[in-house]
Nanobody, 113 residues
Framework: QVQLVESGGGLVQPGGSLRLSCAAS????????IDWYRQAPGKERELVAFISSGGTTYYADSVKDRFTISRDNVKNTVYLQMNNLEPEDTAVYFC???????WGQGTQVTVSS
């Protein structure tokens, strides 16, 4: 089974940017979509964005126009470029392949001054 590993999180000030990476142990075409989720303390996990094998993208309203998802089919990596970050974006971010992908450890994103 192809495993996905998240990286790139960290502490950033409001208005700053981060790029998260989701690296696959095999071909990302093993999945129909690669999805980014996030879970903030005390809240349920929510879908942030996804990208299909054909390049179709989806964004939650809360991140539209600030986040961009992309994929590198040669490197088998999916990226989440996050710009103009807000404190409300603080969460653990996970990537997951659909269907049937497993949850990884996630990467912490903290937006604070």
């Amino acid at each position: 089974q192809v495993q996905l590993v998240e990286s790139g999180g960290g502490l950033v000030q409001p208005g700053g940017s981060l790029r998260l990476s989701c690296a696959a142990s095999g071909s990302i075409f093993s999945f129909n979509t690669i999805d980014w989720y996030r879970q903030a303390p005390g809240k349920e996990r929510e879908l942030v964005a996804f990208i299909s094998s054909g390049g179709t993208t989806y964004y939650a309203d809360s991140v539209k126009d600030r986040f961009t998802i992309s994929r590198d089919n040669v490197k088998n990596t999916v990226y989440l470029q996050m710009n103009n970050l807000e404190p409300e974006d603080t969460a653990v971010y996970f990537c997951k392949g659909a269907p049937f992908g497993a949850w990884g450890q996630g990467t912490q994103v903290t937006v604070s001054s």
